[in-house]
């Protein structure tokens, strides 16, 4: 009886979690989606597509949703268990809001959120979720003058022997919420991050943005990819087996802030205010992790 029992214990088991794999399409066209960010909704597992496209992530198939979030695409909530060999997303219909047509001079330029680089002595990782950090930037009268985004610094920080990373920038126009809400540019900037600590730069100069009079978000979304992956063994005291640590590049710094009206985070499968900082160092304890952000506009 015993033994009928385990059997049957290790059925169930495999019958409700399982490896999902697909490869995410588009509606429009059938074409491979990468970079699409992909969770288990409510839990803290998650994946990213590949170049082609292709996913895996292990899943209850009883009763759990999964949520796929890309770029230029609508969001899409499904069972698991109707994931087959290919999700299709379909191409956002939604348009950007009209935008001001204006001539770029480049001729003046104002910086907000500077930072000093010593100083910021935080970082943000993702582990092995594909987390999404938000910046909110308000807007103020005096950016009238210097209205185009040039472009962004932030810091980041990769790890062990990783030569490189790749992050994600999204931008997002304020929800009615008060929360990330539609895109504001509805494509991927994907940006090469160099190893060891660094100023980072994203330019914006080519896409004309203007800086919304509502304000908008800068986001930086983790890339769970076999290029940004890291493990290694490391030692604990009082200890004698090691422990494998294991995550994904980069590391992104964060400064403190008393309110946390600046900080968004996506994960779950949702957005999410960022939470008060209880055992971190002393500058940052009781404080709100906001990433540092130097953004560059021009006129």
């Known amino acids: ?146 209205p185009f985004l040039k472009h962004l610094d932030f810091i980041t920080n990769t790890h062990y022997l990783q030569k490189k990373g790749k992050v994600n920038i999204r931008l997002y126009e304020v929800g009615e919420n008060g929360y990330p809400g539609d895109y504001l540019f509805d494509e991927n900037i994907i940006i090469d991050v160099d190893k060891g600590t660094n100023i980072t730069t994203v330019n914006f100069n080519n896409l004309d943005i203007i800086f919304p009079k509502n304000g908008f978000f800068i986001a930086i979304e983790w890339l769970v990819i076999k290029d940004n992956y890291y493990e290694r063994e490391i030692e604990i005291t009082g200890k004698k087996e090691k422990y494998l640590m294991k995550g994904y590049n980069p590391s992104v710094g964060v400064i403190p802030m008393k309110t946390d009206e600046y900080s968004f985070l996506f994960k779950q499968g949702k957005w999410k205010k960022a939470w008060k900082n209880k055992g971190s160092l002393k500058r940052y304890k009781d404080k709100y992790s906001t990433l540092a952000m130097k953004l560059h506009l021009s006129n």
């Not at 170049?51 to 979030?69: L, P, Q, R, W, Y």
């Not at 698991?80 to 001729?107: F, G, H, T, Y």
Request: charged fraction near 20%.
């Open 1 to 146: 009886m015993k033994k009928h029992l385990q059997l049957f214990i290790l059925f169930i088991c495999s019958i409700t979690n399982a490896q999902i794999k697909a490869t995410i399409t588009s509606s429009n066209d059938n074409t491979p989606i990468p970079y699409v960010n992909i969770w288990i909704e409510n839990e803290n597992v998650g994946a990213t597509s590949n170049t082609d496209g292709f996913f895996e992530i292990t899943a209850d198939t009883t009763n759990k949703n999964i949520v796929f979030s890309a770029l230029g695409f609508e969001t899409l909530t499904i069972p698991v268990n109707e994931i087959k060999d290919k999700v299709i997303l379909i191409n956002s219909a939604e348009e950007l809001d009209e935008v001001l047509l204006l001539k770029r001079k480049n001729k003046e330029s104002l910086t907000i959120g500077e930072f000093k680089k010593r100083k910021v002595n935080s970082y943000y990782a993702c582990g092995t979720t594909p987390w999404i950090f938000a910046r909110y930037f308000p807007y103020y009268e005096t950016y009238s003058k210097t």
